[in-house]
């Protein structure tokens, strides 16, 4: 795999096996628990059916397996959607009769269309279809009860469900990159931005780590799966930016260093990738507060002695101090050096881990980090403060803040939810809700790697669901400690609109207490009982 291959991983173009060369297979395979488990799976003589979004590594795992002969007598179906469907039928059935296993690789989408084919196959073929309709989606869940049967004769596995952020995993997949084969082809190519960055990594374990530590860092704050596809293109681009020889001799004439180090690229905003963007967002160490060291990168352009040393010497350039850029009215530059300064003490400096730590250690919107009781309370006080505010608890109505309001927006006009106003004649009692977590399929093993980093909050009764990931978790943090407005995020107005259609369902007492108030956060308009609330002449007695 040449420089340009490498650059190409972040294009997505040369991490996909239908495309690459046993060589460049071997290069980019990271061993996960799916190499041991699907040669065992079929030498029982099980089919295994491997599905997930396009770049979760389907294809990739088949094709190494089928050339290191792990495969055995399995019939090899690498690709459906190219494949026609009678002959993936016939293939299929043939193999069934001669007792041999299949292992088939297929997106979500052309595995479903296949359902219906199978099925009228009849038989044996007939019979995998069920298997593989009852277990698609059903293999990570919120409830117990809600897991597909354990298969007898198929086993799917869904890519889509497999957590790739995992700081081991990602730490052997950046040393599968630092080959002196993907430096550019240069006779200067370690003075080269990319060619730095590979050597950077290439003699650092503790650099290797960090960046993987920030990318799980990163990646919990996503609400979508991270496919191998995704990743190698985030790795990439944190080496190379994605830039072509003729930047990197530009950069070289140019003699600037900062700007085109590992986390400058992970963090410019610039890269086209989900990670990349989450990266920029929520895992930039430059943000942290750290005020010995930031004095004497702003006055220095280094960190103190008494922090320690640079972890390798491919740091060691000329740097002119921050506060002599500002002194000379460079404002803009002053501040981009000193991030800069701060990304590479972060990556690659004894004093940096302290930065990398206050990254991971500081995000508390992540629901592996709270117990469920935990979890259920910062979940509901964030809820209930998203429309009366924690300086407008103290006088509202003692039965808002005992459990969660049921607010509606009090109009139809055409303006935005945080804009209306809202009222709350109802209220979720808070021993009705509980946190879920995510179950996964036992007899997968440890083929899909640790949960994904979510749960939900139920309401028991009328088994309605709210997802708690950490951008919501972040969300209803913010809410629970501050004041001023704040947009209500649209799955929690879906949330209490069905938690208020299962309300109005239920039997009413006679009277019950309402509030409205001028918009989500707003001032308290009016507060009193709706007389009369189980016959068609119910009517408002306000108290204000």
Not at 66 to 89: F, M
Not at 94 to 103: I, Q, S
Not at 164 to 177: F, G
Not at 298 to 319: E, M, N, Q, V, Y
């Amino acid at each position: 795999m040449s420089y340009e291959r490498l650059r190409g991983l972040y294009l997505g173009l040369t991490s996909n096996a239908d495309l690459t060369t046993d060589h460049e297979r071997h290069v980019l395979h990271v061993p996960t628990k799916l190499d041991e488990l699907v040669p065992r799976w079929l030498a029982e003589g099980k089919d295994v059916t491997l599905t997930g979004n396009p770049g979760d590594g389907k294809s990739h795992l088949a094709r190494r397996l089928v050339g290191k002969k792990l495969t055995g007598a399995a019939e090899v179906i690498l690709d459906l959607s190219a494949t026609p469907t009678p002959t993936v039928l016939g293939r299929w059935g043939a193999a069934v009769a001669e007792g041999r296993p299949t292992l088939l690789c297929a997106n979500e989408g052309p595995l479903k269309a296949l359902l219906p084919e199978l099925r009228a196959a009849g038989g044996a073929l007939a019979r995998r279809g069920l298997s593989l309709a009852a277990q698609l989606n059903r293999l990570t869940v919120s409830r117990p009860e809600e897991l597909a049967a354990r298969p007898e004769e198929l086993l799917l596995v869904d890519l889509a469900d497999r957590d790739l952020l995992d700081a081991n995993l990602i730490r052997r997949a950046l040393q599968h990159l630092c080959l002196p084969e993907h430096l550019p082809p240069h006779a200067r190519a370690d003075e080269l931005s990319s060619g730095r960055n590979l050597r950077l990594f290439m003699e650092s374990d503790v650099a290797r780590d960090r960046l993987a530590r920030l990318l799980v860092a990163a990646g919990a704050r996503l609400r979508r799966h991270v496919t191998f596809r995704q990743l190698w293109g985030a790795l990439a681009y944190t080496i190379t930016a994605g830039k072509p020889m003729s930047a990197l001799l530009a950069e070289l004439r140019g003699g600037e260093a900062l700007g085109s180090l590992p986390l400058d690229h992970l963090t410019s905003g610039e890269g086209q990738l989900e990670l990349l963007d989450a990266a920029r967002r929520w895992a930039d160490p430059a943000t942290v507060a750290a005020p010995a060291l930031d004095e004497a990168l702003w006055l220095d352009g280094r960190p103190p002695r008494a922090d320690g040393d640079w972890l390798t010497d491919r740091t060691t350039f000329k740097i002119e101090s921050p506060a002599r850029l500002w002194a000379a009215g460079h404002h803009a530059e002053a501040l981009r050096r000193m991030a800069s300064l701060k990304r590479i003490v972060a990556l690659a400096h004894e004093a940096g881990e302290a930065l990398i730590s206050a990254v991971v250690e500081g995000d508390q919107s992540v629901p592996s980090r709270f117990g469920d009781e935990a979890l259920l309370q910062r979940a509901l006080t964030g809820l209930r403060r998203l429309f009366v505010s924690p300086r407008d608890e103290v006088g509202a109505p003692g039965w808002l803040v005992t459990g969660l309001p049921l607010w509606c927006g009090h109009s139809y006009q055409d303006e935005p939810a945080e804009e209306r106003p809202h009222v709350a004649v109802a209220v979720i009692a808070a021993d009705t809700l509980r946190v879920l977590r995510p179950v996964q399929a036992p007899w997968l093993g440890e083929a899909l790697g640790r949960p994904p980093e979510v749960a939900w909050l139920e309401h028991a009764p009328s088994r309605v669901t709210l997802r708690l990931d950490a951008q919501l978790l972040d969300v209803l943090g913010r809410a629970a400690d501050s004041d001023g407005p704040m947009p209500v995020p649209e799955p929690v107005q879906r949330f209490l609109a069905r938690l208020s259609g299962w309300e109005e369902a239920q039997p009413r007492a006679a009277e019950s207490p309402f509030v409205v108030i001028e918009r989500p956060r707003g001032a308290l308009m009016s507060d009193g009982l709706v007389l009369d609330a189980t016959t068609s002449e119910a009517r408002y007695a306000a108290r204000r």
